[in-house]
């Protein structure tokens, strides 16, 4: 079991890869809209200041806390699906690696959650 924590919540994933989370259910404490996804395969789970992103074996994220600052993914999770070898966070937003080196960026845009500006350079190549 590892625990890990954002300014206001903890999540904790299990051996077998169950997630469990508490503290402010809007910062992510509460991850009961994406809990049908953290039964099983976790193998991390990252916080920033209000949200978390869990990445399952098969190299899924499943992203819950406050929407604006990366718990709502859904802008990319068509890219989110698979293939993410690593993300790294800062205190809004949170940025992922895939196999090729691809960059794939979610949260507040004014803090990078939005690299579509550099997006052609972020293709592939890019290493953790």
């Known amino acids: ?10 999540a904790a994933w299990k051996d077998a890869g169950e997630v469990v989370t ?9 991850c009961s809209g994406v809990a049908d996804h953290l039964v ?4 991390s789970i990252i916080g920033n200041g209000s949200a978390f992103a869990a990445l399952k074996n098969a190299g899924e994220v499943v992203t819950w806390g406050r929407p604006e600052v990366g718990g709502d993914s859904s802008g990319v999770a068509d890219r989110l699906v698979a293939d993410v070898t690593s993300i790294t966070w800062n205190a809004t ?15 507040d845009p004014e803090a990078g959650g939005d690299s579509s500006g550099v997006a052609d350079r972020l293709v592939a190549d890019v290493t953790s």
């Open 1 to 10: 079991t590892s625990i890990t924590g954002n300014e206001r919540a903890f």
């Open 22 to 30: 508490w503290g402010d259910p809007e910062e992510g404490g509460d």
């Open 40 to 43: 099983a395969d976790v193998t």
């Open 93 to 107: 937003a949170f940025a992922a690696v895939k196999g090729a080196g691809e960059v794939v960026t979610w949260g």
